[in-house]
């Protein structure tokens, strides 16, 4: 069936780097748009950035800017979220999002939780 | 990028309507049709309700309605149900071909 299935949660020390994958089933892996959004405990919804499976073009929001990388391997139908120089405020779960016509995100993984601390 | 403006809490009876309300500018919300409302309930993933401001993705009720003037988008949910308590979220792309999400609101069904 069509799903996003997203790896296991991280706990991470402040400095570090932490990968989340993506796994997409069900659909067309290159002709669709990857988001990550990204929620503290508590807080709003933020979005991190998008990856154009196809061609591996990528754009961030610039709260991320030189922090965090997205990559994919269509092999695999995987993309990934990689996000660097850690601290507590990146404590947070992590979605990937398919992005879908002009502008919505319609197919939602189930979270990774990302914890940092010392 | 700042967060679109939502209001933090609303709060309806059963069978009543409310509105909820999204103000961003003329970069993000004001600029084109690109505005879409998530329902997120809690420990879940948000899902899609509305999209290209007042679209409804199959299975979504009809009591979910999605409306824009200038740079505020709003959401109402007609005969407000138990299970509508949630918190919602709008988002927009922005001229720029980023996104922007609201502060989110959550919804109380009294």
């Known amino acids: 069936q069509v799903q996003l299935v997203q790896s296991g949660a991280e706990v991470k020390k402040p400095g570090a780097s932490v990968k989340v994958s993506c796994k997409a089933s069900?659909?067309?892996?290159?002709?669709?748009?990857m988001h990550w959004v990204r929620q503290a405990p508590g807080e709003r919804l933020e979005w991190m950035g998008w990856?154009?499976?196809?061609?591996?073009?990528?754009k961030f929001s610039q709260n991320f800017q030189g922090r965090v990388t997205l990559t994919r391997d269509t092999s695999a139908t995987t993309a990934y979220m990689e996000l660097t120089s850690l601290t507590s405020e990146d404590t947070a779960v992590y979605y990937c999002?398919?992005?879908?016509?002009?502008?919505?995100?319609?197919?939602w993984g189930q979270g990774t939780l990302v914890s940092v601390s010392s | 990028q700042s967060a679109l403006t939502q209001p933090a809490s609303v709060s309806g009876s059963p069978g009543q309507s409310i509105t909820i309300s999204c103000t961003g500018t003329?970069?993000?919300?004001?600029?084109?049709?690109?505005v879409s409302w998530y329902q997120q309930n809690p420990g879940k993933a948000p899902k899609l309700l509305i999209y290209e401001v007042s679209n409804r993705p199959s299975g979504v009720p009809d009591r979910f309605s999605g409306s824009k003037s200038g740079n505020t988008a709003s959401l109402t949910i007609s005969g407000l149900q138990a299970e509508d308590e949630a918190d919602y979220y709008c988002?927009?792309?922005?001229?720029?071909?980023?996104?922007?999400f609201g502060t989110g609101t959550k919804v109380t069904v009294l």
């Open positions: 999002a398919r992005g879908s016509g002009t502008s919505w995100f319609d197919l």
């Open positions: 069900g659909y067309t892996f290159s002709i669709y748009f």
């Open positions: 988002t927009s792309r922005t001229t720029i071909v980023t996104y922007v």
């Open positions: 003329s970069s993000d919300v004001g600029a084109y049709n690109y």
């Open positions: 990856l154009n499976p196809g061609n591996g073009n990528t």
